[in-house]
């Protein structure tokens, strides 16, 4: 695990111990989060031992950090056993039990193994080792329940307090079971996208928490790939009670190279829940329509790009999520039209929503005439046709990615070159109704 930037929040968070309980989570993308937990312990003087179980199931225990005004954890060992019959008889082995059988006969004994369809048992008064069918055993009676059987993820620390009291203690860990991504709902009226934006948090970590103080980090942190336990995975149950609160914002900063978004109210989690929030408020954003075909490939896209700048009605950061495009049909009625994925995008960047291929524009290449002129360099034609099928003017950008030993030496239209993208774009208007063709001619050079 990359701890940079992890650590540059528990320094500071570690610093003031105060004497109330509190939580906090920070939440990353990709099935990370940041715990942070405060509470009181009342511990005496010396050695002890001590169980916290107030913690995720989908805990990473090599992450732990504990504080707490002169306490030391000698020994901390991560304990979780999933509850069942299996767990249960393997921690029960060279003990007594008594097993009913079906037919009603008992048998008391010391369990000395079990592997899930038998289970061998030291008759009481006897040196005969029994091996009973499982199927055949109506119940099996313990004397009680393991002393080292946890039902619940716990950590068993062993403590060294310097005095007898009251110990304001953190503890702070990392996690998965969280997650959130943003989805942006938009309605296009051909200028404008009027877009709001929800952030979606998933709860799978095992462990409920009421009135959290909560943190988004939108970016791609670094880490060291290694398999935890995931213990389940659940149905979703969504959030959707609002409770006369005023309604929660986010104040976004940019925080080391991510952007950090913090919300102005308490939350709750319950297990396995999935709960919306509101990013942006409703913004008026500045946009264009424009098809584009990528030669090569099948299909004109039906594109909507705008700057996320001020001047454009945003200029916000926008974390990684889905765009949905609505649009009203004739009849007033919002109609869905498709749907595209961004990436994390600053300020003052290009966004693309690709919302499907247009359905009256059709769009054909070809290579032909291909060559080899010398050893050193190769020539190959594009042909383009183009069909404008609608009863409406159009204009369709065909944009053809030039690898990077590449150029057009020839070409029958006009293009603008992009150095950045290495693409070639070739703007064509078409009238209703109508079809052009044109070729250019690349060539490859090594």
């Known amino acids: 695990m990359n701890y940079r930037l992890i650590l540059s929040i528990l320094i500071i968070s570690l610093c003031s111990l105060p004497l109330f309980a509190e939580d906090w989570i920070t939440i990353y993308n990709d099935d990370l989060s940041l715990i942070r937990s405060q509470f009181e312990l009342e511990l005496e003087k010396g050695n002890q031992k001590h169980n ?215 939350v709750s989690f319950a297990n396995n829940q999935t709960k919306q929030l509101e990013l942006y408020p409703t913004q008026d954003v500045t946009a264009e329509s424009v098809y584009e075909f990528y030669t090569l490939t099948s299909g004109v896209n039906s594109v909507i790009k705008f700057v996320n700048t001020e001047d454009m009605g945003l200029g916000k950061p926008l974390p990684k999520g889905v765009f949905k495009i609505y649009k009203e049909d004739s009849d007033g009625n919002m109609e869905f039209i498709g749907e595209d994925r961004i990436d994390h995008t600053g300020r003052n960047e290009e966004i693309s929503i690709n919302t499907g291929k247009a359905f009256d524009l059709v769009a054909n290449s070809q290579v032909r005439n291909q060559r080899t002129i010398s050893q050193r360099a190769s020539e190959r034609e594009i042909h383009i046709n183009l069909k404008n099928n609608s009863s409406e003017s159009k204009s369709i950008d065909v944009v053809h990615r030039l690898s990077g030993n590449a150029r057009i030496v020839q070409s029958e239209r006009r293009y603008g070159l992009d150095t950045v993208k290495n693409t070639a774009t070739f703007t064509v208007k078409m009238e209703p109704n109508t079809e052009y063709n044109f070729f250019f001619r690349e060539r490859s050079e090594w």
């Open 52 to 266: 916290y179980d107030d913690i995720t199931s989908r805990i990473m225990p090599a992450s732990v950090i504990v504080k707490g005004d002169g306490l030391r954890i000698a020994e901390q060992n991560y304990e979780y056993d999933l509850a069942g019959k299996h767990q249960i008889m393997a921690k029960y082995l060279d003990q007594e039990v008594l097993a009913v059988m079906k037919d009603q006969s008992r048998l008391w004994g010391i369990l000395k193994f079990f592997d899930g369809s038998n289970l061998g048992i030291i008759e009481d008064g006897s040196e005969r080792l029994l091996v009973i069918d499982d199927d055949e055993v109506q119940w099996i009676q313990l004397a009680s329940l393991p002393s080292n059987f946890y039902t619940k993820p716990t950590l068993a620390w062993n403590l060294i307090a310097p005095r007898t009291g009251s110990y304001p203690v953190m503890i702070s860990y990392l996690s998965g079971g969280f997650s959130w991504d943003v989805t942006y709902n938009a309605v296009w009226d051909e200028e404008k996208l009027h877009l709001n934006s929800w952030v979606t948090i998933n709860n799978r970590s095992g462990k409920a928490f009421a009135d959290v103080n909560l943190k988004l980090i939108a970016g791609d942190v670094n880490q060291v790939r290694q398999k935890y336990n995931d213990v389940a995975r659940y149905e979703m149950a969504v959030d959707s009670s609002a409770g006369g609160m005023t309604a929660p914002s986010f104040e976004e900063k940019a925080f080391h190279d991510f952007h950090m978004y913090t919300l102005d109210q308490k």
